[in-house]
């Protein structure tokens, strides 16, 4: 069993930076793939981006390549998205999950923190 929390939300404006945080609870944490998803309103739960179970390896979906990084450190329990050149696009509620796989799926990923809302104004 995994229980994530997540963190550091709020509102910026546009061009802004916020960093999410998520803590993770159980000796395990190290075993999973961890992700980050978003879900604006009115919309479906879409993938950010993940990181593997040692921190070596990461995926970004198209939108947000290259201005957001995603890391991980074990020794903490915690996994970290890091969100630099905010657009209003971004809004959304941001849910950090844990998989056992390397997946981009919402519905392979096994635990889910409760989400933490970023809005970014223009």
């Known amino acids: 069993q995994v229980q994530l929390v997540e963190s550091g939300g709020g509102m910026v404006q546009a061009g802004g930076s916020l960093r999410l945080s998520c803590a993770a609870s159980?000796?395990?944490?190290?075993?999973?793939?961890m992700g980050w998803f978003r879900q604006a309103p009115g919309k479906e739960r879409e993938f950010v981006a993940h990181?593997?179970?040692?921190?070596?390896?990461?995926y970004y979906t198209a939108s947000v390549r290259g201005r957001f990084t995603i890391s991980r450190d074990n020794a903490k329990n915690t996994v970290s998205l890091q969100m630099n050149s905010l657009k209003p696009e971004d809004t959304a509620v941001y849910y950090c999950a844990a998989a056992s796989s390397w997946e981009t799926l919402a519905d392979k990923y096994d635990y889910w923190g409760q989400g933490t809302q970023v809005t970014v104004s223009s």
């Open positions: 159980g000796r395990t944490f190290s075993r999973y793939v």
């Open positions: 990181i593997t179970w040692s921190g070596g390896h990461t």
